[in-house]
């Protein structure tokens, strides 16, 4: 178990995980932050987090908005069927944050270096999307893996901001990798927010937000926790800033990376 302090230190992105540590503040706390639970498939669990006002984001120190987050137990197994309940829960959800209603176009934004490991989950979900834009059917469906500013010089979320004003598309979703600090969490955990996303984040290097409020359309984030704070799994301070993933990383990232592309198309799509 983490201490308080350790915990705060170490870097998470999952609204679960900050719920589960402060469990007993959450419970005074009902009208400031709502929790549910459900289970719609064998091994899939749905958590979700709303966070009604200020007084809750103060408390979980995340912005006010909706926090979903579907968990898969043994997706590291083939198992299709399994797969196949995973992508109707992340096409549903994120459904259910735009309200049920289909934008007649939608930009998907793959954030991440393609030539970091742990970091290339939003360029790899990109390659999956049923791409329609340029083909003239409806709903239309555009996407973009813009890098990051080492390789591009310039900032994330102006490139993206930009392509939203120009295209003005219904909906922006932002695919990026997450940090969490339970490594069974690891890549077959999605979290789908309607708050927008700090490109970096997950390894310490926030940037410009991506948000409804600094695009001007609805944004919904996406994402999944490739990377672990070895201070989390360790409480050891001086192991602060090191990141730990699993051996295995490649494979799993390619599994959920088509899972997450899959829901994307189908919640576009139907």
Not at 49 to 55: K, L
């Amino acid at each position: 178990m983490i201490d308080r302090g350790d915990f705060m230190e170490a870097r998470t992105d999952l609204a679960l995980e900050l719920k589960e540590n402060l469990k007993e503040q959450l419970n005074e706390r009902k009208n400031d932050i709502r929790v549910s639970e459900e289970r719609p498939a064998e091994d899939i669990k749905v958590t979700r987090v709303e966070i009604i006002n200020e007084s809750g984001s103060r408390i979980m120190r995340k912005p006010v908005g909706k926090y979903i987050t579907i968990e898969a137990a043994g997706l590291d197994r083939d198992d299709e069927s399994k797969s196949e309940a995973f992508i109707k829960s992340i096409s549903n959800n994120i459904n259910s944050i735009c309200s049920g209603e289909r934008p007649e176009s939608v930009l998907v934004a793959g954030l991440g270096n393609k030539n970091v490991t742990p970091d290339r989950l939003g360029p790899m979900v990109t390659e999956s999307l049923y791409i329609t834009g340029h083909t003239g059917k409806h709903p239309k469906l555009y996407s973009i893996a813009p890098g990051v500013t080492g390789q591009t010089g310039m900032e994330t979320a102006k490139l993206i901001s930009a392509l939203a004003y120009r295209m003005k598309p219904g909906l922006v979703i932002v695919v990026d990798a997450l940090a969490a600090i339970n490594v069974r969490r690891l890549a077959c955990t999605v979290q789908i927010s309607d708050t927008g996303i700090c490109p970096g984040s997950g390894v310490g290097n926030d940037r410009k937000e991506i948000s409804r409020n600094t695009l001007g359309v609805p944004v919904i984030a996406v994402g999944v926790p490739t990377v672990i704070d070895a201070t989390a799994m360790t409480g050891d301070e001086k192991l602060k800033g090191l990141i730990v993933m699993p051996h295995n990383i490649d494979e799993l990232l390619k599994k959920i990376s088509y899972i997450v592309a899959q829901g994307i198309n189908r919640a576009v799509f139907g």
